[in-house]
Each structure stands twice: as C-alpha cells, then as structure tokens.
C-alpha cells in the first residue's frame, strides 16, 4: 500500500499568463504567479515540501480554483475564496492568515503585518515569509508595501505587482 501523497496538478492560460496550481485532498497547496517564469516554479515547491508525492495532470479536480484566478484576473471576483492546504512553519502560517484578511482594493505595510500576526518586531520575517508564500494570489503577498508607500520587493517583480494592485484598485472603483 502506498503511502504517498496525491498532488493534482493543473496549468492553463490566463488574461496576465499561464498559472500552474497544485492541490492534495486538502485544498489548493501551491499555485505560481501568472507567466510563463513564474509557471516553473511551483514543480520545484512540490519535490521540496511534498517528498514522494504521486503528481497527477487533473484539470477536473482543480476547476474551482481555475475558474477562481481566470475570473479574478479578468476584474470579475474580488475573493479567492477556495480550500487552501497551506503547509509552512507556525509563523508563516500566522503571517498568511493574517494576508488572507487584507480587504480587496486595499494594502498593508510590513509593519502593520507583523503587529497583526503577533510578532510586531518581526517585519524582516514577514517580508521572508511573504517571499516563500506558496501560494500568492490566494495568499495575497501583492499587498503588502513598504513602510514609506513605495512597492517594495515582490517575487513576480515590481511590474506585476504593480498591475494586480491596479486592477484591485480599478475593480474597486468600478472601472472594470
């Protein structure tokens, strides 16, 4: 009897690129960002965290969650709100549930995410649990800036960040 973990793998086209998502029997466990570069890097996430995994191509599985980032990406959802199987330390699990409740339209500051999830001097360890987030546009690590306002630093590059922040935004304000 085999004792390996099941990991349902889905990879699709998107208004901003292609998104690869991954999921167990729990929920959705890692998702990329939207291009092609960032596609590449949830199969790495998967052999690191998920060690003798079965991988499974299975689009039928994943279909909320597919239809979930199609329609956010297009300005027609504010929440992704499908079953997560976040997998991290306690304190980056605190850092992502804290992410998880950062309104739509809206961002939050480094510093201000580390005095919601508990650990007020921590904002450099937001900011490196923010980077192994794996799962960004369910976690949403876009929202967070720099004390000063600026983008600061984002795994998808600034030009990314920037354009899901402007969509928010022009979602918010009834321009989509």
């Not at 890692?30 to 003798?52: D, Q, T």
């Not at 920037?162 to 321009?175: H, K, N, S, T, Y």
Request: aromatic content about 6%; hydrophobic content about 35%; overall charge positive.
């Amino acid at each position: 009897m085999s004792t390996s973990e099941v990991v349902y793998l889905s990879r699709f086209q998107t208004v901003m690129g292609q998104v690869v998502l991954a999921s167990t029997e729990r929920g959705l466990v890692a998702s990329s960002l939207p291009g092609r570069s960032h596609a590449s890097k949830v199969a790495p996430w998967i052999k690191a965290h998920l060690p003798g995994h079965d991988l499974v191509k299975d689009d039928r599985r994943n279909r909320a969650a597919v239809e979930a980032i199609q329609t956010y990406l297009e300005g027609g959802r504010r929440n992704l709100d499908v079953r997560l199987d976040l997998r991290g330390t306690p304190f980056q699990l605190a850092v992502w549930h804290c992410l998880r409740e950062v309104p739509y339209g809206t961002t939050i500051s480094y510093s201000e995410l580390a005095q919601k999830a508990g650990h007020g001097r921590a904002v450099r360890a937001c900011g490196s649990a923010n980077r192994v987030n794996p799962l960004p546009l369910f976690v949403p690590c876009h929202r967070v800036l720099a004390k000063n306002g600026t983008l600061g630093g984002f795994g998808g590059g600034l030009p990314l960040k920037r354009r899901l922040l402007d969509l928010e935004q022009r979602v918010c304000r009834g321009e989509t």
